[in-house]
């Protein structure tokens, strides 16, 4: 099974821009289909975007589109969500999460987690 590693949070003026990083280890992430998630203080944890098995596509929420870009590096075997744009209301701990079988959406449908990393936007 993988093991997710993000990377990469921090503090960010409003405007500025972030890449998060999400190493996996013990299987290969062309092998799942790889989301991004992130939860706000006090909300429920949302979608921000996936990458298709074998890196073969991506699909964001409405949020993000055109903000925000996820790529794979399978030298490194490793995912990344480029954010760029950033407002206040993307202040949230971002995880990233693999499936093994239909991935969407739903983070119920993601069966390995990362342990999430912090992103702060000031305005």
């Known amino acids: 099974q993988v093991q997710l590693v993000e990377s990469g949070g921090g503090l960010v003026q409003a405007g500025g821009s972030l890449r998060l990083s999400c190493a996996a280890s013990?299987?290969?992430?062309?092998?799942?289909?790889m989301g991004w998630f992130r939860q706000a203080p006090g909300k429920e944890r949302e979608f921000v975007g996936i990458?298709?098995?074998?890196?073969?596509?991506?699909y964001y929420a409405d949020s993000v589109k055109g903000r925000f870009t996820i790529s794979g590096d399978n030298a490194k075997n490793t995912v990344y969500l480029q954010m760029s744009s950033l407002k206040p209301e993307d202040t949230a701990v971002y995880y990233c999460?693999?499936?093994?079988?239909?991935?969407?959406?739903?983070?119920?449908?993601?069966?390995?987690w990362g342990q999430g990393t912090q992103v702060t936007v000031s305005s």
């Open positions: 990458m298709y098995r074998g890196g073969i596509g991506t």
């Open positions: 999460a693999a499936s093994r079988t239909v991935g969407g959406t739903s983070q119920y449908n993601y069966g390995y």
């Open positions: 013990g299987r290969t992430f062309t092998s799942y289909i």
